[in-house]
């Protein structure tokens, strides 16, 4: 009996320190077998017969190919289009220098605040005034006939101009676990004499109601899922209802009745052929040339030193695959898993003294706050900032204060060489 029972003790300490030997091994391991997510521009557009994709599995008897085309795809009134839109297809915005990533394409938000300085939705006036548009702060450009035509209230005083954003790579970037990001926002104020505090807020996961995660898409952070986010575009940038978004923002010059997006012969409906392309699309890459040079590499050491990376943060190590995210409705595959990204950004909001008043998703704290733009493919764009109000990353760094108020002026104390090399940098992401 004795004999037994410390054989059982004995078998269950040995097991426990197995266990435990594997947990740190296993640690170890999972950290050693992180590999470089792969990069590249390598979804030429409107020609989906070259392009590659990071090796995402696809749902059966669809193809990377027909998801970009299906991005691509220009949608009629008869499909849905409208009765408020910005554009046809979602490649319109997204698509420099290659389908699904940014463009030079702004929208506009507006709003007020009210008698306690909380942000509050517009109440858009159609029709002649004889129908309003309200939940969303908005405005579309477009509409399919002038009785839609949405209008701005002189009483919405807070106007803003948002950029398109590039969703090169965004498969991974949803792949990052909540507590990564977490993470990240509690190591900055030691980084950074307590001057920066990236603020993390939850989004709601429209496919699973109820449940929230960190955000980490849009200028607000205001979704975590990609299904979240485009579910939203096609309702809000083209006017088609979805199974996430299922009415349209006005009855007005609505022809159809019923779900606009349904599921085509392989079961997908558009929304999930959008989902499958962003994510199985590649990282921007760098210029590899210009970044081997002594000046870029220099700056990389100043845009370090200077603390641009506190925000700005050059690597990131996604979960690893077979992580269940999204609210039980998304596993992190293969291709997405476990994956090393050089985004160059915390995915968390700041007040560096550009905010644009508008509250999303997070408290009323947010309404002066921005996400870290993510800096990879910025040497594709010609304007910077949300806003776009920049023409050079010279004056994008100089808009930057509040937060970034002591890296800005230590960047503006380096030598004219200095300056030039980090901006050399900047050029290669
Ligand atoms: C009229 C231009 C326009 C169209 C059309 C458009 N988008 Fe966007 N997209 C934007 C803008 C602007 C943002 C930034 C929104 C914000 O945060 O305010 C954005 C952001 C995104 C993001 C978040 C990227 C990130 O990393 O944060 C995703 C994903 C996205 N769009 C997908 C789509 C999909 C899918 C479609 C087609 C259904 C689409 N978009 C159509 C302009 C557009
Ligand atoms: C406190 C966090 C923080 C720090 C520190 C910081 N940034 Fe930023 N950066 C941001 C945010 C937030 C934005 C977006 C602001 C906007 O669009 O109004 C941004 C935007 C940018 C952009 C524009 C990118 C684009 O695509 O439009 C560049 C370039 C940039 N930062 C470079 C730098 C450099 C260089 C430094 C160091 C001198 C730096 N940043 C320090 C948070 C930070």
Not at 194 to 214: C, L, M, N, S, Y
Not at 255 to 260: A, L, N, P, Q, Y
Request: glycine content about 10%.
């Amino acid at each position: 009996m004795l004999m037994a029972h410390w054989r059982k003790v004995l078998l269950c300490s040995c097991l426990f320190a197995i266990l435990i030997a594997l947990g740190a091994g296993l640690v170890r391991v999972a950290a050693k077998s992180a590999t470089e997510a792969p990069a590249g521009f390598n979804t030429p557009s409107f020609n989906s017969a070259q392009s590659v994709s990071n090796g995402i599995a696809e749902p059966a008897g669809d193809t990377f190919a027909r998801d970009q085309q299906v991005y691509e795809q220009n949608e009629t009134i008869a499909q849905g289009l409208g009765p408020v839109y910005n554009a046809t297809s979602c490649v319109t915005c997204h698509q420099n220098p290659n389908s699904g990533a940014a463009s030079q394409i702004t929208e506009l938000r507006v709003g007020h605040n009210d008698e306690n300085g909380n942000f509050v939705n517009p109440t858009i006036f159609i029709n002649d005034g004889k129908n309003t548009i309200t939940g969303r702060s908005i405005v579309n450009d477009r509409a399919i006939g002038p009785e839609a035509q949405e209008t701005i209230p002189a009483i919405e005083n807070i106007r803003t101009l948002r950029a398109a954003l590039n969703t090169l790579g965004d498969g991974f970037v949803e792949a990052i676990d909540d507590k990564t990001l977490i993470a990240i926002a509690e190591e900055q104020p030691e980084l950074s004499e307590g001057r920066v505090h990236g603020e993390v807020v939850q989004a709601p996961i429209f496919e699973a109601p109820g449940q929230t995660r960190v955000g980490r898409f849009g200028w607000k952070d205001q979704h975590s899922s990609l299904l979240s986010f485009i579910g939203d575009a096609y309702l809000n940038e083209m006017g088609i209802t979805n199974r996430l978004r299922p009415t349209n923002v006005t009855t007005v010059l609505n022809t159809t009745t019923g779900v606009e997006d349904q599921p085509d012969g392989l079961g997908l409906a558009d929304i999930d052929h959008f989902a499958q392309f962003i994510r199985g699309t590649m990282v921007p890459p760098r210029d590899t040339v210009l970044g081997a040079t002594p000046a870029a590499l220099k700056g990389q050491g100043l845009f370090t030193r200077v603390g641009c990376s506190v925000c700005h943060v050059q690597s990131i190590t996604t979960a690893p695959a077979g992580t269940v995210i999204d609210g039980g409705m998304f596993t992190v595959p293969e291709a997405l898993g476990d994956k090393i990204i050089h985004p160059f950004s915390d995915f968390l909001l700041h007040d560096i003294g550009t905010g644009d008043g508008i509250v999303q998703v997070g408290p009323q704290d947010t309404a002066n706050k921005l996400r870290t733009a993510p800096l990879w493919g910025v040497r594709t764009k010609a304007r910077f900032m949300h806003d776009l109000g920049s023409l050079s990353l010279d004056n994008a760094i100089s808009r930057h204060d509040g937060e970034a108020r002591q890296p800005t002026r230590r960047f503006r104390e380096l030598s004219p060489e200095e300056k030039e090399a980090l901006i050399t940098f900047l050029k290669t992401l």
